[in-house]
Every structure is written in structure tokens, then in C-alpha cells.
């Protein structure tokens, strides 16, 4: 009877050590999450038009020493509506101190594309790539998702969008975009990507 209790004991021991230590040691090899990972995607549907919004990053060959990062921004839907135009937009930039990157700067990298009026499924992917990254610095990775409505005088046929999206409608009396530029949802998606 003695003996079980030590047993139990050490065992309880041994499992509170390992519960207490094993989320702040990681396993050796164990890449790093976040923007010191190898890769992430993040997904955001649009019930109305149907459609799905993937934005995305990965190093190649991996998260310590990559030798690119290929930088993916998606656009599916089910159908567009005859009144829209899908525009889509990647722009990288270098936000490490003293690099002249932020927002306002141009970007390192850029790539575009568009989608019109479809009845069936469409879709467009931008894919551009960033070789080589430089060590030690961090990118800004923006994906701008536009549904444009070509007819309406505001936004018709688009509801739901993911909570980074914004509706513009032009005001006649001065207020809102300038006359002449069509309305318009927009989304901004940000991701960092740090490389060591």
C-alpha cells in the first residue's frame, strides 16, 4: 500500500511538471506560429454574392532561413451578379526600422486582378512571389477585395462581408467618394510576415 501511494505520487508529480512546462518549451525542431511561422491562411465568406476571400502566405523552404515567400489572395464565388466587378489587390511592403517601407510607401511587391458579371463559377488567384526576403525585416501583406457595382447608385447584391469591409456610395453633396466613382464595398486584409 505504501508503495502505490509513491507511485502515485511521483506520477501525479510527473504530470503536473509536464502540464506546467510543456507549452513554454517547444519541442526541438518545432517551427514558430504567427508571423515567425511557415505559413498561414485565413478564410472569410460573403453570403451575398457567394463567395470566399482567402488570403494567404508561405516560406519556402521554411520559417528560419527562407529563401522566397509566396503571397496568395483568392477571390471564389458562386455566381457575380450582372451589376458587379470583383477587383482584387495584393500589395507587400517592407515595414523593418529604417527600411523605407510603411503604407504609404510604394510597395515591394504588387499584383492585380478582376472579375466580371459570371453565371456560373468564377474565381481569380493572385500568387506573386517575394525572392529573396530580406533577414531581419518584417512585410506588410495587404489584400484589398473591391465588389464594384457598375449599374447601381449604390451597393446592390453584396451583404454579410467580413467586418474589415467598408461601403462606399458617392454623395451628391459632398460628403462621401467624389462623383463620377462608382460604388463600391471594400476590404483591406492585413497580415504581417516576420523573417528572422
Known sequence: MRDTSVAGLVTTSTVLVAVVLGPSAPAVGQ?????????????????EPLCSITQAWQKAPGALHPQSVTFTGTVSCASVPPNLVVDGEIDVYDVAPGAAGDLNSPPVLTARASMGPADSPASFSLRPVLSPPKA?????FQFLVSFVDTVDSSVEGVSGTPPQCTTHTPDPFGGGPPNGV???VDCQFLENVAIP
Do not use: C, N
Open 31 to 47: 517551427a514558430p506560429a504567427g508571423p515567425l511561422g511557415v505559413a498561414q491562411t485565413q478564410t472569410w465568406k460573403v453570403p
Open 182 to 184: 462608382p460604388p463600391s
Open 136 to 140: 531581419g525585416h518584417d512585410y506588410d
